[in-house]
């Protein structure tokens, strides 16, 4: 069971993370931490329109948590908002409740799949997507903001 989960593609996602580091001019910044495991993500992004036009990530997690991590820097830039909210929505249904994992340029994350059984792992795992929609709702709250700033002036 824990070579299905530890798989050799998991391990090279986990030690081959894209986009690492900060993104000083980003829209929103969001950390998300596991109280279970220790595990934290903090990731930075832009916007234009709903759609991320740049973002970075530290991470700090388990292989899971990390090649989750890894999946969602290959992906993210060019995703909408709404891409990346229904995405957090079917990975948390796929290791909870037994749904079906996303399909398109998001099908690795199937690679996840196996740890379902290890409940103690979805915090890390799931960390990014928690993120990144909680990042993603500053970046539109900043936006609407500044669109009433503008219009008041």
């Avoid at 690795?108 to 792992?121: H, N, Q, S």
């Amino acid at each position: 069971m824990l070579n299905d989960i530890y798989s050799r593609r998991i391990l090279e996602l986990a030690a081959d993370i894209p986009l690492q580091g900060t993104l000083p001019d980003a829209h929103a910044s969001e950390k998300a931490h596991s109280k279970l495991c220790g595990s934290t993500v903090t990731v930075y992004l832009k916007l234009d329109g709903d759609v991320v036009s740049a973002f970075a990530h530290e991470v700090k997690a388990c292989a899971l948590g990390q090649a989750s991590s890894s999946i969602m820097g290959r992906h993210v830039v060019g995703s909408s908002a709404e891409e990346l909210r229904a995405l957090r929505e079917i990975m948390h249904r796929m290791l909870k409740s037994g749904g079906s994992p996303p399909p398109g340029k998001w099908a690795d994350l199937a690679l996840l799949e196996p740890a379902r059984d290890l409940k103690a792992r979805h915090a890390s795992i799931l960390l990014t997507f928690d993120a990144v929609v909680d990042a993603l709702a500053q970046a539109e709250a900043a936006a609407r903001a500044q669109a009433v700033t503008s219009s008041d002036s």
